[in-house]
């Protein structure tokens, strides 16, 4: 599908491209920069193509190291794709460890990206009784998890998140700013020009 969208920039059906994920290996998506704008939304220091990404290392870090001060027993850490491949895997996971250590117990899940995935996967949480902490990978998804453990009424444990949301902002949910509307915003402009610059965002997490 890359490929047929890049020979559709190549027959001129549009002026520019914005890759939000890709398969495909840079040097095959470079050798189409002579017909139009191309732009990644991945670190990149391609002479060719345009990128900007978003450093989710300072906030992930702010956000593990005010989780580790509330002595927790176990978290639970939840991912659309548990892969190495996937940007947000890598990099939770990275903050993580560099913040607890191998001392702190945790478990995965992958496959959540909604708030019904959420919900669900919450029947299985509230049996792990030494879970203390959920760190979501979005504001949505945090929000399936409160609606599951106060419609219970069990014990709540601490839910995180990410991307901050609306949902996580009128549910009060600590959250990772990715600046998604920045990236977006960005991401077009850079798209529009004529030449090819990279740009970065810094993450950062908010305490509601």
């Known amino acids: 599908m890359e490929q047929d969208y890049l020979e559709q920039l190549k027959g001129k059906a549009f002026d520019s491209l914005i890759f939000s994920s890709r398969k495909i290996p840079v040097s095959i ?3 189409y920069a002579k017909y139009g704008q191309i732009v990644l939304l991945e670190p990149s ?3 060719l193509l345009s990128s900007i990404s978003v450093d989710r290392s300072q906030g992930l870090m702010a956000l593990c190291q005010w989780l580790k001060k509330q002595d927790i027993k176990k978290c639970a850490l939840l991912f659309s ?3 190495e491949t996937s940007v947000t895997y890598k990099a939770t996971m990275k903050a993580f460890h560099n913040v607890f250590g191998k001392q702190q117990a945790f478990e995965t899940y992958g496959n959540i990206s909604t708030y019904q995935d959420a919900y669900d996967l919450a029947k299985l949480l509230e049996k792990d009784s030494e879970i203390g902490a959920i760190i979501a990978n979005g504001d949505d998804v945090a929000a399936g998890l ?3 453990y106060q419609e219970k009424g069990l014990r709540l444990p601490l839910i995180v998140s990410q991307e901050s949301q609306l949902s996580g902002k009128l549910l009060k949910i600590p959250s990772v700013n990715n600046h998604s509307f920045e990236l977006g915003k960005t991401a077009f402009q850079l798209a529009t020009q004529v ?3 990279h740009q970065s965002l810094d ?3 908010l305490l509601r």
Do not use: A, M, V
Request: with cysteine.
């Open 45 to 47: 220091k391609s002479p």
């Open 81 to 83: 794709r548990k892969k």
């Open 29 to 31: 998506i470079e050798n």
């Open 146 to 148: 409160l609606t599951y």
């Open 203 to 205: 993450s950062d997490f």
């Open 195 to 197: 030449t090819c610059q």
